[in-house]
């Protein structure tokens, strides 16, 4: 994946492009691919080129998170866009995913 | 009864998750003629992809059909968006929009499809014949703004 950097335990991803039914499932085996080489304890999203997020990238958050339980690690989005802390805050995943930096203009 | 809208478009594409893209950005395109802020457009994106992802998925069952997507605008700056299958359908409406509910445990969906449309829109009305086919109407008032 261009652009993955691990370090520290900590595994940072920039993920990018519109994340809808279509396109989470490539996402899905490219980060899973990268959690099983790295095992990182923390996985750091970069959502700051993420241009759309449906329900599909919540499933793949969601997903994502619960990977990250079985290694003992946790979850962090950086640059979240509007769309994707409202859903998180729907479905009350904001309560054990980690937000950092909310990205303020919603891109369209 | 209503008054007659002050423009409409329809849309047959076909249920492939390409489209999904495709149905959104036209879906906003078509409200852009009302001046909608960036927010709304969001939010219009959004239900309107949930609706063609469930066609495609569960009214499909990702087999080969076509969706429709209508669209109507009013003069006080109502939208309405329509996303009719003649896929499967659904024995149980209410069942299918409960928060959680998913009818493809395997795909890793959220099961927040119907949550979503309901808060990102006024109001999500569904009708659905097993063996018919869903349809999905979706309504937005956009804000005004002068």
């Known amino acids: ?108 | 009864m209503r008054k007659k809208p002050i423009n409409e478009m329809k849309l047959d594409f076909a249920s492939r998750s390409v489209n999904e893209g495709f149905a959104r950005s036209a879906a906003a395109a078509f409200a852009c003629q009302l001046d909608p802020t960036l927010d709304e457009l969001a939010d219009i994106k959004t239900a309107v992809s949930e609706a063609v992802t469930n066609a495609i998925i569960h009214g499909y069952r990702n087999q080969s059909g076509t969706v429709t997507l209508g669209g109507k605008m009013y003069e006080d700056g109502l939208l309405t968006f329509t996303v009719t299958d003649r896929g499967c359908g659904m024995e149980n409406v209410h069942k299918a929009m409960e928060p959680l509910f998913t009818g493809a445990p395997n795909e890793e969906r959220a099961g927040m499809g119907f949550v979503i449309m309901q808060s990102f829109m006024d109001k999500v009305t569904v009708s659905s014949k097993p063996g018919k086919g869903t349809r999905v109407t979706l309504q937005r008032r956009l804000r005004r703004r002068r």
């Open chain 1, 1 to 108: 994946m261009d652009g993955a950097v691990y370090q520290n335990g900590v595994l940072r991803v920039p993920v990018n492009g519109e994340i809808d039914h279509h396109g989470a499932r490539v996402w899905r085996d490219e980060l899973d691919e990268l959690i099983r080489v790295h095992r990182p304890r923390e996985l750091l999203l970069d959502l700051q080129g993420v241009a759309f997020m449906d329900s599909a990238g919540l499933g793949l958050l969601l997903g994502r998170y619960r990977h990250m339980c079985t290694l003992g690690g946790r979850l962090v989005l950086l640059h979240a866009p509007a769309s994707c802390v409202k859903m998180l805050r729907l479905s009350g995943a904001d309560r054990f995913i980690y937000l950092k930096e909310e990205r303020k203009e919603e891109s369209v």
